[in-house]
């Protein structure tokens, strides 16, 4: 859209610069551009400039006359509009009457200062490079926070750049943009903002063994099966079953494993307490036998007394 114009016409824009200093404006000192006068008519102004002298004082800037709105001059404005005038903008090389300048410059000008067609972008570009500003110049929103507008991330990427600068953006520096995870097999693409807490859980991550020893090539997916040959691996002894309770790392199990003598003592103290405890149980079995068969003794007998207290008393 073109600029709101205010003010006169420059003057050194007219081919007949004597007749166009008839109609000078009083204010801005251009040639009036909508022409209006005081109530005396004597003196002319452009409407805006006169507007808003009035909006401060409601009177004839010259004769200080009391005016409360700026009275057309009809006489004036055909005059104004007959005059020859070349186009405003040195560069082009318009020719016309006055009363069709501003219809040029809306309209055909290429040097006329437009504003650009996105709401967002405030500049003011000459006509004829709006084309070129809108490709590269022109501000333009990352479209990933279109994307992305649905509240899924709680990240969003709000820059405006030009479209040859967008360019670079979405490819390296956009915190919204889609990246493959940087590890050899993994398949995984995600958000760039995303993608470190992938990395803490990715399969095909690089880790080291959590024990310390010297493997070096680990990925995180075949740590599990490592730690099963592992030699730091805390491992139980296999005599376990047997009683032994010792752990150790795998390297230095076996020594401990082929030590005999250690096993056969604890083969012993094993079998000890197993038949300690078969005997502990063949006691309280015993004692619980007991226990029942007095009980039915005294039931039996109280049953027997009863009896014979019942035939004496016939």
Wanted: net charge negative.
């Amino acid at each position: 859209s073109s600029m709101t114009r205010r003010g006169g016409f420059p003057g050194n824009k007219f081919y007949n610069k004597e007749k166009s200093e008839f109609f000078h404006c009083l204010v801005c000192y251009e040639v009036c551009r909508a022409p209006v006068t005081c109530h005396s008519g004597a003196h002319l102004f452009c409407f805006d400039c006169l507007a808003e002298s009035l909006q401060h004082n409601p009177s004839c800037p010259v004769c200080r006359e009391p005016l409360v709105s700026p009275v057309p001059s009809a006489f004036a404005a055909i005059q104004v509009s007959a005059l020859d005038v070349v186009c405003v903008h040195d560069q082009c090389k318009w020719k016309g009457t006055c009363g069709r300048l501003d219809s040029h410059l809306d309209t055909d000008c290429r040097h006329e200062p437009v504003k650009c067609s996105d709401n967002a972008c405030a500049a003011l570009v000459p006509r004829g490079e709006m084309a070129m500003h809108q490709q590269f110049a022109c501000p333009q929103s990352c479209p990933n926070s279109k994307s992305h507008a649905n509240g899924s991330l709680d990240n969003t990427c709000d820059v405006r750049l030009s479209r040859h600068d967008l360019v670079d953006h979405l490819a390296h520096h956009c915190k919204l943009r889609i990246i493959h995870c940087p590890h050899p097999h993994c398949d995984v693409s995600e958000v760039h903002c995303r993608m470190p807490a992938h990395i803490e859980i990715c399969p095909y991550a690089p880790v080291s063994c959590p024990r310390e020893c010297s493997a070096q090539t680990l990925v995180r997916h075949c740590l599990n099966a490592h730690r099963k040959d592992c030699p730091r691996e805390p491992v139980a002894c296999i005599h376990a079953p047997l009683g032994c309770s010792h752990v150790a790392p795998r390297s230095e199990i076996v020594l401990h494993e082929q030590d005999i003598a250690l096993h056969f003592s604890a083969i012993r103290s094993k079998a000890f307490a197993e038949q300690q405890k078969f005997y502990q149980q063949q006691i309280s079995e015993m004692k619980q036998m007991f226990e029942q068969k007095l009980e039915e003794q005294i039931v039996l007998f109280n049953s027997r007394q009863e009896e014979q207290t019942a035939l004496m008393e016939e």
